[in-house]
Protein backbone atom coordinates (compact mmCIF):
# COMPACT_ATOMS: atom_id res chain seq x y z
CA UNK A 1 0.00 0.00 0.00
CA UNK A 2 2.98 2.41 0.90
CA UNK A 3 4.83 1.95 -2.41
CA UNK A 4 1.84 2.28 -5.06
CA UNK A 5 0.99 5.62 -2.99
CA UNK A 6 4.83 6.84 -3.16
CA UNK A 7 5.27 5.63 -6.89
CA UNK A 8 2.07 7.27 -7.89
CA UNK A 9 2.46 10.40 -6.40
CA UNK A 10 6.32 10.65 -7.92
CA UNK A 11 7.89 10.05 -4.76
CA UNK A 12 11.09 7.99 -3.60
CA UNK A 13 11.99 5.99 -0.77
CA UNK A 14 15.00 6.77 0.36
CA UNK A 15 15.73 5.05 3.19
CA UNK A 16 13.91 2.54 6.13
CA UNK A 17 15.01 2.27 9.39
CA UNK A 18 12.90 0.42 11.86
CA UNK A 19 9.47 0.79 11.37
CA UNK A 20 10.16 4.40 9.82
CA UNK A 21 10.67 5.34 6.16
CA UNK A 22 11.89 8.52 4.61
CA UNK A 23 10.37 9.46 1.14
CA UNK A 24 11.75 11.94 -1.28
CA UNK A 25 9.47 14.27 -3.43
CA UNK A 26 11.88 15.58 -6.06
CA UNK A 27 9.55 17.69 -8.87
CA UNK A 28 11.61 21.10 -9.41
CA UNK A 29 8.00 22.91 -8.72
CA UNK A 30 8.31 22.83 -4.70
CA UNK A 31 4.01 23.79 -4.14
CA UNK A 32 4.20 20.53 -6.69
CA UNK A 33 6.53 18.78 -4.59
CA UNK A 34 4.77 19.55 -1.85
CA UNK A 35 0.94 18.90 -3.21
CA UNK A 36 2.47 15.20 -3.83
CA UNK A 37 3.65 14.70 -0.40
CA UNK A 38 0.20 15.45 0.90
CA UNK A 39 -1.34 13.19 -1.98
CA UNK A 40 0.94 10.10 -0.61
CA UNK A 41 0.42 10.77 3.03
CA UNK A 42 -3.22 10.71 2.91
CA UNK A 43 -3.83 8.03 0.31
CA UNK A 44 -1.37 6.03 2.75
CA UNK A 45 -3.40 6.72 6.12
CA UNK A 46 -6.69 6.06 4.22
CA UNK A 47 -5.08 2.56 2.73
CA UNK A 48 -4.13 1.55 6.35
CA UNK A 49 -7.28 2.49 7.85
CA UNK A 50 -8.99 0.16 5.42
CA UNK A 51 -6.64 -2.57 5.85
CA UNK A 52 -6.55 -2.04 9.71
CA UNK A 53 -10.67 -2.18 9.69
CA UNK A 54 -10.63 -5.26 7.63
CA UNK A 55 -8.36 -7.18 10.35
CA UNK A 56 -9.50 -5.68 13.15
CA UNK A 57 -10.12 -8.94 14.56
CA UNK A 58 -6.77 -11.18 13.41
CA UNK A 59 -4.71 -7.49 14.56
CA UNK A 60 -4.67 -4.55 16.82
CA UNK A 61 -5.34 -1.48 15.01
CA UNK A 62 -2.33 -0.11 12.82
CA UNK A 63 -1.19 3.58 13.53
CA UNK A 64 0.97 5.51 10.94
CA UNK A 65 2.21 8.80 11.82
CA UNK A 66 3.29 10.93 9.32
CA UNK A 67 5.61 13.96 9.70
CA UNK A 68 5.84 16.58 6.21
CA UNK A 69 9.10 19.38 6.03
CA UNK A 70 9.59 21.04 2.44
CA UNK A 71 13.03 22.75 1.70
CA UNK A 72 16.28 21.80 0.07
CA UNK A 73 18.15 18.49 1.26
CA UNK A 74 21.89 17.43 0.58
CA UNK A 75 20.92 14.14 -1.44
CA UNK A 76 23.34 11.60 -2.71
CA UNK A 77 26.36 9.09 -1.54
CA UNK A 78 28.25 9.00 1.82
CA UNK A 79 30.73 7.23 3.50
CA UNK A 80 30.65 5.85 6.87
CA UNK A 81 34.16 4.68 8.03
CA UNK A 82 35.21 2.99 11.09
CA UNK A 83 37.96 0.77 12.60
CA UNK A 84 35.41 -1.99 11.71
CA UNK A 85 35.38 -1.04 7.89
CA UNK A 86 33.09 1.39 5.71
CA UNK A 87 30.03 1.37 4.11
CA UNK A 88 28.37 3.67 1.61
CA UNK A 89 25.04 4.59 1.50
CA UNK A 90 22.57 6.97 -0.55
CA UNK A 91 20.56 9.12 1.55
CA UNK A 92 19.10 12.60 2.26
CA UNK A 93 20.81 15.04 4.88
CA UNK A 94 20.39 18.63 6.27
CA UNK A 95 18.56 20.15 8.60
CA UNK A 96 15.28 19.10 6.88
CA UNK A 97 15.57 15.61 7.13
CA UNK A 98 16.08 16.03 11.29
CA UNK A 99 12.79 18.70 10.71
CA UNK A 100 10.75 16.33 8.99
CA UNK A 101 11.28 13.62 11.75
CA UNK A 102 10.70 15.12 14.65
CA UNK A 103 7.54 16.37 13.40
CA UNK A 104 6.36 12.87 12.34
CA UNK A 105 7.46 11.69 15.92
CA UNK A 106 5.03 14.66 17.23
CA UNK A 107 1.92 12.76 15.46
CA UNK A 108 -0.75 10.69 16.77
CA UNK A 109 -3.62 8.65 16.64
CA UNK A 110 -2.56 8.25 12.43
CA UNK A 111 -2.15 11.63 12.03
CA UNK A 112 -0.18 13.85 9.52
CA UNK A 113 1.41 16.59 11.04
CA UNK A 114 3.75 19.41 8.50
CA UNK A 115 5.78 22.40 8.92
CA UNK A 116 4.37 25.76 7.73
CA UNK A 117 6.39 25.61 4.78
CA UNK A 118 4.34 22.70 3.60
CA UNK A 119 0.83 23.98 4.60
CA UNK A 120 1.74 27.10 3.15
CA UNK A 121 2.32 25.43 -0.41
CA UNK A 122 -0.43 22.99 0.25
CA UNK A 123 -3.70 25.38 1.77
CA UNK A 124 -5.10 26.09 -1.53
CA UNK A 125 -6.37 22.31 -2.20
CA UNK A 126 -6.12 21.03 1.09
CA UNK A 127 -7.55 22.02 4.81
CA UNK A 128 -4.90 22.46 7.10
CA UNK A 129 -5.54 23.04 10.93
CA UNK A 130 -2.74 24.87 12.81
CA UNK A 131 -1.45 22.73 15.85
CA UNK A 132 0.43 25.51 17.38
CA UNK A 133 4.28 26.41 17.59
CA UNK A 134 6.52 23.41 19.00
CA UNK A 135 10.33 23.43 19.96
CA UNK A 136 11.69 20.64 18.70
CA UNK A 137 14.70 18.36 19.54
CA UNK A 138 18.19 19.61 17.75
CA UNK A 139 16.31 22.38 16.07
CA UNK A 140 17.25 25.90 16.81
CA UNK A 141 14.29 27.51 15.96
CA UNK A 142 10.71 26.55 16.73
CA UNK A 143 8.23 25.54 14.32
CA UNK A 144 4.56 26.07 13.49
CA UNK A 145 3.24 22.74 13.11
CA UNK A 146 -0.10 21.89 10.76
CA UNK A 147 -1.94 19.17 10.75
CA UNK A 148 -2.91 18.04 7.08
CA UNK A 149 -7.02 16.86 7.60
CA UNK A 150 -8.15 14.21 4.97
CA UNK A 151 -10.44 15.94 2.93
CA UNK A 152 -7.31 16.13 0.12
CA UNK A 153 -8.81 16.57 -4.09
CA UNK A 154 -8.12 13.93 -6.24
CA UNK A 155 -6.92 15.69 -9.21
CA UNK A 156 -3.66 17.45 -8.82
CA UNK A 157 -3.50 21.06 -9.89
CA UNK A 158 -2.53 20.90 -13.03
CA UNK A 159 -4.98 18.23 -14.18
Excluded: C
Excluded at 45 to 65: A, D, F, V
Excluded at 84 to 107: D, E, F, K, Q
Amino acid sequence: VFMDAIHTNNGDVNETAGDGLMVLFLNEDKRQNALDAARTALSIQKETSRIGHEMLSLYRPLNIHMGIHSGRALVGAAKFSSITGSRWTYTARGNIVNVASRIGSLATGSSILMSNVTADRVSRHNSVKPMGTFKLKNVTDEIEIFKLLPDFRTRSPRS
